[in-house]
């Protein structure tokens, strides 16, 4: 089964900063996808970037971009500009390509971004 | 549009009571997932419903929970007989048939068992 690990439960930055939130996963499929979500206190869960493992290309969204290493099956967050308003859980998230669509999740980093 | 709602957003049942947790997916979506969020963990996949085809419940933790979605529209997750365990939220998702990248996800059922 794929497991998804985020072994950072909480993370602080300055604002305008630049803040590196980690996830590496686990599994033995060589096509699949990779979300990161974030999760302000309203609970809404808001999709922030994607990435499908057959791009050797780092998606990036804006202020936000990804460091994609399939080798090492890490998948870096890199959030720039860092504004108040992305204060927020994240969540790394692993679907499988094809079967069952179900997201596979970690257990979210708690970003702080200080005045 | 709407995005996906899903009520009552908070729900308080003693233990050993049955609850029914809705959801609303986005108008045309046909597919519609339910995950649990327990208190300082991430989502965990309970069901996934995709049209007319059989569902995949390879998640639900135990018989005390159910879903179903009528219509392909709107779904009810059940949990019987509820212990403290179940206290989490409960989230609902849902997407585009040809779109399944994007998981459009609902505020949460906030249920506490006391």
């Known amino acids: 089964a794929q497991t998804v690990t985020q072994s950072q439960p909480e993370m602080s930055v300055q604002e305008a900063e630049t803040v590196t939130l980690s996830c590496t996963y686990d599994?033995?499929?060589?096509?699949?996808?990779l979300f990161w979500y974030k999760q302000p206190p309203s609970r809404q869960m808001i999709l922030v970037i994607r990435q499908e493992a057959y791009k050797q290309q780092n998606a990036t969204e804006n202020r936000f971009s990804v460091n994609f290493q399939k080798a090492a099956k890490s998948f870096s967050l890199k959030i720039s500009d860092s504004q108040l308003g992305d204060a927020a859980m994240y969540f790394c998230a692993y679907r499988t390509q094809g079967g069952s669509e179900k997201l596979v999740f970690g257990k979210g980093t708690k970003l702080t971004v200080n005045p | 549009g709407a995005g996906v709602s899903q009520s009552p957003s908070n729900k308080v049942t003693e233990k050993g009571k049955d609850v029914e947790l809705r959801c609303d997916p986005i108008s045309g979506h046909t597919a519609l997932y339910w995950y649990r969020q327990s208190l300082g963990q991430g989502l965990e996949f309970l069901i996934y419903f995709q049209g007319n085809s059989a569902p995949d419940k390879s998640g639900l933790p135990s018989d005390r929970f159910s879903a179903e979605r009528t219509g392909g529209s709107v779904s009810t997750l059940t949990i019987q007989r509820t212990q403290q365990e179940d206290s989490a939220v409960y989230l609902c998702a849902s997407s585009l048939d040809w779109a399944p990248l994007e998981q459009y996800f609902g505020p949460g059922t906030r249920l506490t068992v006391t």
């Open positions: 599994t033995s499929e060589s096509d699949y996808y």
